[in-house]
Protein backbone atom coordinates (compact mmCIF):
# COMPACT_ATOMS: atom_id res chain seq x y z
CA UNK A 1 0.00 0.00 0.00
CA UNK A 2 1.16 3.43 -0.95
CA UNK A 3 2.44 5.49 2.25
CA UNK A 4 3.33 9.04 3.00
CA UNK A 5 6.56 10.36 1.17
CA UNK A 6 8.74 12.43 2.77
CA UNK A 7 11.76 14.16 0.62
CA UNK A 8 14.61 14.95 0.89
CA UNK A 9 15.30 12.11 3.65
CA UNK A 10 18.09 14.13 4.92
CA UNK A 11 19.01 17.68 4.71
CA UNK A 12 22.36 19.66 5.93
CA UNK A 13 22.13 23.18 5.79
CA UNK A 14 24.57 26.48 7.44
CA UNK A 15 22.45 28.90 9.55
CA UNK A 16 20.46 31.93 7.32
CA UNK A 17 20.20 29.44 4.56
CA UNK A 18 16.44 28.04 3.54
CA UNK A 19 14.79 24.69 2.81
CA UNK A 20 12.30 23.56 1.55
CA UNK A 21 10.54 20.01 2.76
CA UNK A 22 8.49 18.09 0.81
CA UNK A 23 5.35 15.53 1.38
CA UNK A 24 3.20 13.57 -0.92
CA UNK A 25 0.15 12.34 1.47
CA UNK A 26 -1.47 8.77 0.96
CA UNK A 27 -3.64 8.93 -2.64
CA UNK A 28 -7.07 10.57 -1.77
CA UNK A 29 -5.94 11.87 1.05
CA UNK A 30 -6.98 15.09 1.41
CA UNK A 31 -5.19 16.60 4.53
CA UNK A 32 -1.73 17.04 5.28
CA UNK A 33 -0.19 17.82 8.88
CA UNK A 34 3.16 18.97 9.68
CA UNK A 35 5.37 18.17 12.73
CA UNK A 36 8.69 18.81 14.22
CA UNK A 37 10.26 16.80 16.43
CA UNK A 38 13.24 17.41 17.79
CA UNK A 39 16.00 15.02 19.72
CA UNK A 40 14.13 13.24 22.69
CA UNK A 41 11.02 15.55 22.56
CA UNK A 42 7.29 14.96 21.58
CA UNK A 43 6.34 15.83 18.10
CA UNK A 44 5.56 19.71 17.55
CA UNK A 45 2.17 20.11 15.72
CA UNK A 46 3.16 22.82 13.39
CA UNK A 47 0.37 23.56 10.37
CA UNK A 48 -2.16 21.31 8.69
CA UNK A 49 -4.22 21.64 5.30
CA UNK A 50 -7.15 20.64 4.76
CA UNK A 51 -8.33 20.78 0.53
CA UNK A 52 -5.30 22.62 0.09
CA UNK A 53 -6.58 25.45 2.63
CA UNK A 54 -4.63 26.16 5.77
CA UNK A 55 -7.11 24.03 8.80
CA UNK A 56 -4.95 24.80 11.16
CA UNK A 57 -1.83 26.61 12.75
CA UNK A 58 0.39 25.41 15.82
CA UNK A 59 4.09 26.72 16.63
CA UNK A 60 4.83 27.65 13.80
CA UNK A 61 8.15 30.77 13.35
CA UNK A 62 7.36 33.09 11.19
CA UNK A 63 10.22 32.25 9.23
CA UNK A 64 8.45 29.03 8.04
CA UNK A 65 5.31 28.50 5.41
CA UNK A 66 3.86 25.93 3.88
CA UNK A 67 1.08 25.31 1.33
CA UNK A 68 -0.93 22.70 -0.18
CA UNK A 69 -0.79 22.46 -3.67
CA UNK A 70 -3.60 21.17 -6.31
CA UNK A 71 -2.44 17.29 -6.40
CA UNK A 72 -2.86 17.78 -2.34
CA UNK A 73 1.48 17.57 -2.10
CA UNK A 74 2.32 20.21 0.43
CA UNK A 75 6.11 21.84 1.03
CA UNK A 76 7.40 23.36 4.36
CA UNK A 77 9.41 26.37 3.72
CA UNK A 78 12.10 27.39 5.96
CA UNK A 79 13.82 30.68 5.50
CA UNK A 80 16.72 32.05 7.75
CA UNK A 81 17.95 28.68 9.36
CA UNK A 82 18.88 28.61 12.78
CA UNK A 83 20.65 25.70 14.78
CA UNK A 84 17.59 25.41 17.03
CA UNK A 85 15.83 24.11 13.71
CA UNK A 86 17.34 21.01 13.63
CA UNK A 87 15.35 18.55 14.15
CA UNK A 88 13.27 15.40 12.38
CA UNK A 89 10.35 17.03 10.38
CA UNK A 90 7.33 14.55 10.27
CA UNK A 91 4.14 15.20 7.56
CA UNK A 92 1.15 13.09 7.99
CA UNK A 93 -2.27 12.84 5.91
CA UNK A 94 -5.29 11.62 6.89
CA UNK A 95 -8.99 11.50 4.74
CA UNK A 96 -10.84 14.01 6.29
CA UNK A 97 -9.81 17.32 8.27
CA UNK A 98 -11.26 16.07 11.81
CA UNK A 99 -7.84 14.53 12.37
CA UNK A 100 -8.80 10.73 12.05
CA UNK A 101 -5.97 7.90 11.60
CA UNK A 102 -2.81 9.66 10.65
CA UNK A 103 0.01 8.22 8.64
CA UNK A 104 3.19 9.75 8.83
CA UNK A 105 5.77 9.80 6.48
CA UNK A 106 9.03 8.58 7.56
CA UNK A 107 10.39 12.02 7.94
CA UNK A 108 13.31 14.56 7.11
CA UNK A 109 16.54 14.98 9.43
CA UNK A 110 17.11 18.81 9.24
CA UNK A 111 20.14 19.44 10.26
CA UNK A 112 21.41 23.14 10.42
CA UNK A 113 25.66 23.73 11.03
CA UNK B 1 -2.25 22.33 25.48
CA UNK B 2 -0.08 19.23 25.53
CA UNK B 3 -2.25 16.07 27.21
CA UNK B 4 0.02 15.08 30.25
CA UNK B 5 1.06 11.49 30.50
CA UNK B 6 2.62 8.84 33.15
CA UNK B 7 4.98 7.02 33.50
CA UNK B 8 7.72 9.03 31.33
CA UNK B 9 9.57 5.46 31.69
CA UNK B 10 8.67 1.76 32.34
CA UNK B 11 10.86 -0.90 32.09
CA UNK B 12 9.10 -4.52 31.75
CA UNK B 13 10.09 -7.96 31.66
CA UNK B 14 8.50 -9.97 28.72
CA UNK B 15 5.52 -11.12 29.59
CA UNK B 16 4.93 -8.30 31.98
CA UNK B 17 1.97 -6.00 32.24
CA UNK B 18 1.76 -1.81 31.49
CA UNK B 19 -0.46 1.12 32.03
CA UNK B 20 -0.10 4.39 30.35
CA UNK B 21 -2.02 6.94 31.38
CA UNK B 22 -3.07 10.38 29.22
CA UNK B 23 -5.18 13.21 30.52
CA UNK B 24 -6.34 16.82 29.45
CA UNK B 25 -7.37 19.73 30.70
CA UNK B 26 -9.66 20.04 27.40
CA UNK B 27 -13.05 18.64 26.64
CA UNK B 28 -11.76 16.02 23.99
CA UNK B 29 -13.21 14.88 20.67
CA UNK B 30 -10.80 11.89 20.37
CA UNK B 31 -7.83 10.49 21.64
CA UNK B 32 -5.12 8.61 19.78
CA UNK B 33 -2.38 6.43 20.80
CA UNK B 34 0.63 6.14 18.53
CA UNK B 35 4.20 4.16 19.52
CA UNK B 36 7.69 5.44 17.77
CA UNK B 37 10.92 3.76 17.43
CA UNK B 38 14.54 5.74 17.73
CA UNK B 39 14.66 7.27 14.19
CA UNK B 40 11.51 6.08 12.80
CA UNK B 41 7.86 7.74 12.15
CA UNK B 42 5.02 7.15 15.03
CA UNK B 43 3.00 4.38 14.04
CA UNK B 44 -0.72 4.28 14.93
CA UNK B 45 -2.39 2.10 17.24
CA UNK B 46 -5.62 3.39 17.94
CA UNK B 47 -8.13 6.33 18.12
CA UNK B 48 -11.04 6.46 20.87
CA UNK B 49 -13.98 8.40 20.07
CA UNK B 50 -16.60 8.10 22.51
CA UNK B 51 -16.54 8.43 26.13
CA UNK B 52 -16.22 4.73 27.36
CA UNK B 53 -14.72 3.65 24.53
CA UNK B 54 -12.65 0.95 24.95
CA UNK B 55 -10.74 -0.60 22.03
CA UNK B 56 -8.07 -4.00 21.70
CA UNK B 57 -5.36 -4.14 19.09
CA UNK B 58 -3.69 -7.91 19.76
CA UNK B 59 -2.55 -7.96 23.11
CA UNK B 60 -3.04 -4.14 23.41
CA UNK B 61 -6.10 -1.60 24.31
CA UNK B 62 -7.40 1.57 25.18
CA UNK B 63 -10.01 3.20 26.74
CA UNK B 64 -11.47 6.69 27.08
CA UNK B 65 -13.45 8.57 30.27
CA UNK B 66 -15.18 10.97 27.81
CA UNK B 67 -15.85 12.89 31.20
CA UNK B 68 -12.69 13.14 32.92
CA UNK B 69 -10.66 13.59 29.52
CA UNK B 70 -8.82 10.75 30.30
CA UNK B 71 -7.46 7.90 28.24
CA UNK B 72 -5.32 4.65 29.10
CA UNK B 73 -3.05 2.31 27.37
CA UNK B 74 -3.42 -1.58 28.72
CA UNK B 75 -0.07 -3.87 27.14
CA UNK B 76 -0.50 -7.30 28.41
CA UNK B 77 1.99 -9.82 28.20
CA UNK B 78 3.94 -7.30 26.32
CA UNK B 79 6.80 -8.59 23.79
CA UNK B 80 9.63 -7.12 22.76
CA UNK B 81 8.32 -5.65 19.95
CA UNK B 82 6.58 -3.08 22.27
CA UNK B 83 9.46 -1.78 23.08
CA UNK B 84 9.43 2.26 21.76
CA UNK B 85 7.89 5.56 23.22
CA UNK B 86 4.34 5.87 22.91
CA UNK B 87 2.10 9.24 22.95
CA UNK B 88 -0.73 9.80 23.17
CA UNK B 89 -2.44 12.71 21.07
CA UNK B 90 -5.69 14.49 21.40
CA UNK B 91 -7.61 15.91 19.67
CA UNK B 92 -10.06 19.49 21.29
CA UNK B 93 -13.52 19.55 20.86
CA UNK B 94 -14.24 22.84 19.44
CA UNK B 95 -16.75 24.21 17.04
CA UNK B 96 -15.66 24.01 13.24
CA UNK B 97 -14.13 21.54 11.11
CA UNK B 98 -10.46 22.06 11.71
CA UNK B 99 -8.93 19.68 14.26
CA UNK B 100 -5.52 19.49 15.56
CA UNK B 101 -3.87 16.46 17.20
CA UNK B 102 -1.52 17.90 19.92
CA UNK B 103 0.99 14.96 21.31
CA UNK B 104 1.79 14.31 25.46
CA UNK B 105 5.65 14.44 26.16
CA UNK B 106 5.52 10.52 25.53
CA UNK B 107 6.08 7.22 27.65
CA UNK B 108 9.40 5.34 26.61
CA UNK B 109 8.56 2.11 27.42
CA UNK B 110 11.72 -0.85 27.53
CA UNK B 111 10.71 -4.74 27.37
CA UNK B 112 13.68 -7.08 28.87
CA UNK B 113 14.11 -10.55 28.06
Known amino acids: AAGVIQSPRHLIKEKRETATLKCYPI?????VYWYQQGPGQDPQFLIS???????DKGSIPDRFSAQQFSDYHSELNMSSLELGDSALYFCASSFGSGAEKLFFGSGTQLSVL | QQPVQSPQAVILREGEDAVINCSSS?????VHWYRQKHGEAPVFLMI?????EQKGHEKISASFNEKKQQSSLYLTASQLSYSGTYFC??????????????FGSGTQLTVLP
Open chain 1, 49 to 55: FYEKMQS
Open chain 2, 48 to 52: LLKGG
Open chain 2, 89 to 102: GTVALMAGSARQLT
Open chain 1, 27 to 31: PRHDT
Open chain 2, 26 to 30: KALYS
